[in-house]
């Protein structure tokens, strides 16, 4: 899928990620497209089990023993990240590519109080110690964090979950990374403090100047944060594009059912629609396109030959009915 | 203790049954098998090492080791056998009724058992056979009286998780009564780690009551029995230290094999075994 | 107070939370611990106590043998309280132990006060436990860290290989073992001869160093095992993969995330297992001759010495207790999710 104008931040062609278990392998990521421009905040849109985390994973490296990534292109700021040894990857990690996680509490160590992680991490800034709990304590203040000097006290099991993402973007932002893989920061959070959240996810975004991948199950979020969208199925992207347009005119049958989902849960509609089915199984696949057995609009070649990427260059579609249009 | 992968991990628990099987073979085939009894003295053959005609070599009586050792760890193996069932029967009994009526019944039995259990193991018997006098029965109710607030605990602890299950509740709707309620619902869905642990138990109960035996307060001479051998050798141990030295080779192979078996059923009774696949 | 100065702060906290504002807290819980341990010798020593006042025979005819004049009998059984009602005796008993009087030994040198065999004692038996558990840890801090990083390939089959061999061996068949080759083979260290701390600390190193690694080998096993279980198992969190996209060095994870927070369960087992190490230090007493509670015990058994027997199952449970109380509190400053 094509890039903006300017250089990509990120730049991903092909991704595939398989694990390696007992019964045999399983890929998750089947040939994932994806580019970042600067400053841009792509939201990466699909439901559970449907590869976007391990996406986000396998670009930084995160990835455990039993899994293997390849890719025909992973470039960040025009540099090949596979060319880099592990200490010269270890040192973009934080700096440059950062990742924001699920569940914010579980995140931090627990034996060590928040000013330990956040002197760490000042360290690891700037190389040096000193008036390190000055700067922390303006880290957790521009998140918003009210009484910072008490809080840092605190252990993080004694802080509750909307504290401890901000804490951790707090970290983030210290850290000034050009990229940041959002992975559902918000998921486990209620709808008050999530809305916080997000509102501080634009003032980071502002602040930083830093391009985004924001993982997430819920439309509406990406609808309220993102400038583009990619919508994830089964391990590949079925259709990315500006997000009005794909909220507007969505053109893929699955992004088509996900946003009469949302719409339907938004308005209180007497009957949720639903998408019928479940995700395929990824050790034994259908032949064809992976949501044909699922599609409202399935047509008989879309059980028998894998659909093809098409539309303009900043709005694309993985279907046949949009081959067909 | 539980990331052992795939093949390896099963190859342990393998070696462990099959060692532990040839040792039960050994102790129940072997005394026939052998053309020496474990009191026989063969008064021109004192104290000579391994042989042919004697593998373990022959102690100051003249007496054939192995043959003694076969019989010994019959003796070892039943004796600590005796006592962890003695434990499990009546440690699990208290510990299921404990869970089960809760209250002041689940607190008193679990004060009782943490006491016993806060006394060293083996200070513990010894004390027992102090009191209770020396011989092979005592050290079965010394090993039964150890292990018996570890199995009382395992259950409750079981008890309590599966008291709460649809099934338990069906049953006592149904209006069964409780020993049949514990016996029939409860308890096959807690036997598991109860064998794993009577498993590892019976190892280390070979392990007491040779050292019981050992320093003369276990099981008397001339009944044989691992720790008797080896005290036994233990006299003469500069002069010929085959006695004691392979003697202790063979627990250590039987409680290997005790050891690698129960460390296996665990592995494969743990849920955690598979590797992290990705969220 | 404003912050923790500059570099103090975290550097100091390290491993255990900040004393200050904590002092009242673990001085509780000291305070309760302690209570709950003096508890339980109380109520196990009332059993103990009582169970042995049941056993069949009388400790006069056993000690004194068959043939003595009842008048004798009747000395001996004045002097050791025995004639007196059994409710008596144990008070007289608990009053005594609480003055440090464990009342007189029927049997060793014409009947001394039993507090003085354990004066001596216990300080050998002190030493040989603690030689053995700081060995046991040591060994097993970096057989299990090993087998942890090596996951999977030769050095942690080996260590876990060993592990397992480790606990299949009776300790007292591995103190000969280590005497054939050590003391006899290659005359390195001594087999008999302990020499007390409270003499030469060098001389207690060195005649203590066969004893105490009997001791040490099969704990050393179930230490390294549950250690690298541990650092498995908190290598496989979170925090870990957090920490690691933050673009922390591996050695700096390993430290701060995987072996810190696996030191819980680590230090939990220690604990656990003192029970079966003092089992392991009687035996060792008597196969390397050493003058501890430990052979005092086995000694007084043999002669059907009643209140020795009977002081040092008190003794030994004491120790026991004592010992859970400190590993606790070590766990506890360990884990700050634990309110104290």
Redesign the interface.
């Known amino acids: 899928m094509s890039g903006g104008p300017a250089e990509p931040v990120l730049e991903v062609r092909d991704l595939r990620t398989r694990f390696r278990s007992r019964g045999g392998s399983i890929e998750v990521v089947r040939g994932v497209d994806l580019t970042v421009a600067p400053a841009e905040m792509l939201g990466l849109i699909g439901e559970s089990g449907s590869g976007k985390t391990v996406t986000g994973l396998s670009i930084l490296r995160l990835l455990p023993d039993n899994a293997e990534t390849t890719n025909t292109t992973l470039r960040f700021k025009g540099q090949d990240l596979d060319s880099l040894g592990e200490e010269q990857f270890r040192a973009l990690r934080g700096r440059r590519l950062a990742m924001i996680f699920q569940n914010p509490v579980g995140a931090f160590n627990p034996a060590k109080r928040i000013d330990w992680h956040l002197r760490e991490i000042i360290r690891r800034r700037t190389g040096q110690d000193a008036r390190w709990s000055e700067l922390a304590r303006d880290a957790l203040v521009a998140v918003g964090i009210p009484q910072p000097d008490r809080v840092l006290r605190l252990y993080p099991h004694q802080v509750s979950g909307g504290m401890a993402q901000r804490i951790l973007i707090a970290m983030v932002l210290a850290l000034e990374p050009d990229l940041i893989v959002a992975d559902e920061p918000t998921t486990n959070l209620d709808n008050i403090v999530e809305r916080q959240i997000l509102a501080l996810f634009r003032k980071l975004q502002s602040r930083l100047n830093a391009a985004f991948i924001f993982i997430t199950h819920d439309m509406s979020v990406a609808a309220a944060l993102c400038d583009r969208i990619a919508v994830m199925y089964a391990g590949q992207i079925v259709e990315v594009g500006p997000a009005h347009e794909i909220f507007e005119a969505p053109r893929h049958p699955y992004t088509q059912g996900l946003i009469a989902t949302a719409t339907a849960l938004k308005q209180k509609a007497p009957r949720l629609k639903e998408i019928k089915g479940e995700l395929p199984n990824l050790a034994s696949p259908p032949p064809g396109c992976l949501f044909a057995p699922r599609c409202p609009q399935a047509m008989p070649q879309c059980q028998e030959r894998e659909p093809p990427v098409h539309g303009e260059a900043s709005h694309l579609v993985r279907c046949h009915l949009e081959a067909q249009a | 203790?539980?990331?052992r992968?795939?093949l390896?991990g099963h190859a342990t628990t393998l070696i462990g049954a099959s060692i532990t099987l040839v040792a039960m073979v050994a102790v129940v085939i072997g005394p026939m098998l052998m053309p020496y009894g474990p009191n026989d003295s063969d008064f021109f053959d004192l104290l000579s090492p391994p042989s042919w005609a004697h593998p373990f070599g022959t102690d100051s009586f003249g007496r054939d080791v192995l043959t003694r050792v076969l019989y010994g760890a019959r003796v070892s193996l039943v004796v600590s056998a005796a006592g962890v069932a003695l434990a499990t029967i009546i440690g699990t009994a208290v510990g299921m009724v404990a869970a089960y009526k809760g209250g002041y019944a689940d607190l008193l039995l679990m004060r009782f058992a943490?006491?016993l259990?806060?006394?060293?193991?083996?200070?513990?018997?010894?004390?027992l056979?102090?009191?209770?006098?020396f011989g092979t029965i005592n050290v079965a109710l010394a090993i039964g009286l150890i292990y018996f607030p570890i199995f009382a605990r395992l259950a409750r602890n079981m008890t309590l998780l599966v008291r709460e299950e649809p099934y338990v509740q069906a049953a006592r709707l149904m209006g069964q009564s409780t020993p049949r309620i514990l016996l029939r619902e409860i308890l096959p869905n807690i036997a598991a780690p109860l064998i794993v642990q009577a498993t590892i138990g019976i190892?280390f109960g070979i392990?007491?009551e040779?050292?019981l035996s050992?320093?003369?307060?276990g099981v008397q001479p001339p009944t044989p029995s691992l720790g008797v051998i080896?005290a036994d050798g233990?006299e003469y141990?500069?002069r010929g230290?085959w006695v004691?030295?392979l003697?202790?080779?063979a627990?250590?192979f039987v409680?290997?094999g005790l050891?690698?078996f129960g460390?296996g059923l665990r592995d494969l009774m743990d849920p955690r075994l598979?590797?992290?696949?990705?969220? | 107070m404003l912050e923790t100065a500059g570099n103090s702060g975290s550097e100091r906290i390290g491993a255990f939370r900040s004393i200050s504002g904590f002092l009242p807290k673990t001085a509780v819980f000291i305070a309760k611990r302690l209570f709950g341990a003096l508890a339980t010798i109380a109520v196990g020593a009332l059993i103990v106590f009582f169970v042995m006042k049941a056993a069949p025979g009388d400790p006069a005819l056993a000690v004194l043998g068959d043939n003595a004049t009842p008048e004798a009998v009747e000395e001996f059984r004045r002097r050791h309280h025995l004639d007196e009602p059994l409710v008596g005796q144990f008070v007289l008993w608990v009053s005594g132990m609480l003055r440090g009087d464990f009342g007189l030994s029927l049997t060793i040198g014409g009947g001394i006060p039993i507090s003085q065999l354990i004066a001596t004692r216990l300080p050998i038996t002190a030493f040989v436990g603690i030689y053995s558990v700081l060995i046991a840890v040591l060994v097993s801090l970096s057989m299990g860290t090993i087998a942890a990083l090596r996951r999977g390939r030769a050095a942690d089959t080996i260590a876990t290989s060993v592990a397992v061999l480790g606990i299949s061996m009776p300790d007292f068949w591995l103190s000969y073992v280590l005497i054939f080759a050590f003391a006899i083979g290659w005359k390195v260290f001594p087999a008999y001869g302990f020499i007390s701390p409270v003499d030469s600390l060098a001389g207690a190193l060195y005649s203590g160093f066969l004893p105490a690694l009997a001791i040490a080998a099969p704990m050393a096993a179930v230490f390294a095992r549950m250690l690298r279980a541990s650092l498995v198992e908190a290598a496989s969190r979170e925090y870990v993969l957090a920490a690691t996209s933050f673009g922390f060095g591996k050695p700096f994870v390993f430290r701060h995330f995987v072996f810190r927070n696996a030191l819980i369960p680590y230090v939990t087992v220690i604990g656990l297992q003192i029970r079966y190490l003092l089992g392991g230090v009687v035996v060792i007493e008597r196969i390397f001759g050493i003058q501890g509670l430990g052979s005092l015990a086995v000694d007084a058994a043999f002669a059907r010495d009643y209140p020795t027997v009977l002081a040092c199952t008190v003794v030994f449970l004491a120790i026991v207790l004592l010992v859970n109380v400190i590993v606790d509190l070590i766990c506890a400053a360990l884990d700050p999710r634990r309110s104290l």
Do not use: K
């Open positions: 203790m539980n990331s992968h795939g390896l943490d006491l259990f806060a006394f060293p193991a083996f200070v513990l018997a010894l004390f056979m102090v009191v209770l006098g190892a392990i007491i040779a050292g050992f320093l003369g307060v080896m233990r141990f500069q230290p004691l030295t003697t202790g080779l627990i250590s409680l290997l050891n690698l460390d598979r590797e992290r696949t990705g969220q």
